[in-house]
Structures are given as structure tokens and as C-alpha cells.
């Protein structure tokens, strides 16, 4: 592990596994696969828990293909990189999302039936978890998103049981920040899948990811504070009736 950038996002990976105790010995892990940067990363920081700390589990790479044609050869290419081989599930999501349905918020049905997916895929795996590449940034801009078109303080959660289909989703990834994770998809000469989405960079998180960079820009640390002031929530913090 010669690459201070990959021993940096180890580090954070290892802590967030730690604190919230993401993977234990025995898990079978669905790694949910898109192709984008954040998922290359987060695959590879699993397999770095295996190489360099005594947890003992499995990880599978799930692409679930929405049927936009993507090329997902670099990826599978990547996971052989790694000795892992690539599951491709194929769905018609697209289709059903931007034909069928013509659905005014695209991103909120799609993001249902991806996790349907996932979810189906990774019981007929064996898996007992899903790993998402969701980053720090991700979790301060659906703060922001929950704050500003919500009217509440709603985020995902580091670890997430679903009781109904006996499954655990993960986010290894919570105490990096997009820009690391974009310099180590640099330096490892990673190919993301070009996403062909019609939605894709028109979305309200779009917009947060702007909002948070000017915030970033004139307050540096400005995304960790979000994070942690998450962390850090006082039982007299909110109002209460």
C-alpha cells in the first residue's frame, strides 16, 4: 500500500468499519457495482480490508445493467484485477422509468428499483450484505436535500437492516471525500462506465454538490463539520412536542 492517497482512504475506511461495525467475519458481500469512480473505490477498499486487517469475508462486484448499453467491459476488467469476477444483472429499469412511466422525478423511481434489484440479486448470491459507494459528499448533500425541499433532517445511515428481506446495507465509503476518491481513480488509472442516464447532472443533487463546493470553497473543512455535527447530536439538540 505505497500510494499515501490509498492509504488515506483505507485509513477512513477502516475507522468507519470500526465505529459502526460495517463488515464482520463471514459476511458475503454484494458490492453494488455502477461503474461510476465511487464504486471502483469502494471495491477496492473492501479487498484492502481483506488484504491488511484480519476480518475474514467474501465480496461479489453486481452490476445491475439498466439497459442503457453501457460498456462495462473496463469494469470487469478491473474486477479481474482485483480476482474477482463481475455479475452483470441485466433489467429493462430504463426503459420502464423514461417509456413507461414517464416519470416527472425519474431519479426517485429508479433509485426504488435498482435497490429491488440489488436486493433480489444479492439473496440469490448468498450475500447477507450490500456495499454502496455513497461518500461523504453524498451524505452531506442529501442533508441539505432533506433540509431544503423536505422541511426535515433526514440521511442514510452507515448500516442499514432491511428485517423484510434479511439483508444489511453498508457505505464503507462515509468518511471520504469525492475529492480523494477522485485523485486515487486517477492514480490507479481507473476507466469509469460512461453513464448514458438522460438524467444524469440535471438533478437537484447536482445542484447541492454547487452549493456545498461555494460553502467548501469559502469555509474549507466545511463538508466534515456537516458530517460530524451528524455524529454529534445532543438528546436537546431539536425541538421537541
Request: glycine share 4%; net charge positive; aromatic share 8%.
Amino acid at each position: 500500500m505505497s500510494n499515501r492517497r490509498t492509504k488515506k482512504i483505507f485509513k477512513q475506511v477502516r475507522n468507519a468499519n470500526l465505529k459502526y461495525n460495517l463488515i464482520e467475519n463471514g459476511d458475503k458481500i454484494a458490492a453494488a457495482m455502477s461503474g461510476g469512480k465511487d464504486s471502483y473505490i469502494m471495491l477496492y477498499s473492501l479487498t484492502m480490508l481483506q488484504k491488511f486487517t484480519p476480518l475474514m469475508f467474501e465480496v461479489v462486484p453486481v452490476n445491475i445493467d439498466l439497459g442503457w448499453q453501457n460498456d462495462v467491459e473496463p469494469l470487469r476488467k478491473f474486477c479481474e484485477r482485483l480476482d474477482l469476477t463481475l455479475h452483470v444483472e441485466p433489467t429493462n429499469i430504463g426503459q420502464v422509468v423514461f417509456d413507461c412511466r414517464e416519470e416527472n422525478n425519474p431519479c426517485a423511481l429508479c433509485a426504488n428499483l435498482r435497490r429491488g434489484a440489488i436486493n433480489r440479486v444479492s439473496k440469490e448470491l448468498n450475500c447477507n450484505k450490500v456495499a454502496l459507494g455513497h461518500h461523504l459528499d453524498d451524505v452531506v448533500h442529501t442533508l441539505f436535500l432533506s433540509i431544503l425541499f423536505e422541511g426535515r433532517h433526514n440521511v442514510f445511515k452507515p448500516k442499514t437492516y432491511l428485517d423484510r428481506m434479511d439483508i444489511t446495507f453498508i457505505r464503507p465509503l462515509i468518511y471520504v471525500e469525492e475529492r480523494d476518491i477522485e485523485l486515487l481513480t486517477a492514480s490507479l488509472n481507473l476507466i469509469p462506465v460512461v453513464n448514458r442516464c438522460p438524467a444524469d447532472g440535471q438533478t437537484r443533487r447536482a445542484d447541492m454538490k454547487v452549493l456545498l463546493d461555494t460553502i467548501e470553497k469559502d469555509y474549507p473543512g466545511a463538508r466534515k463539520q456537516f458530517l460530524s455535527s451528524l455524529e454529534n447530536i445532543g438528546p436537546d439538540s431539536f425541538w421537541k412536542y
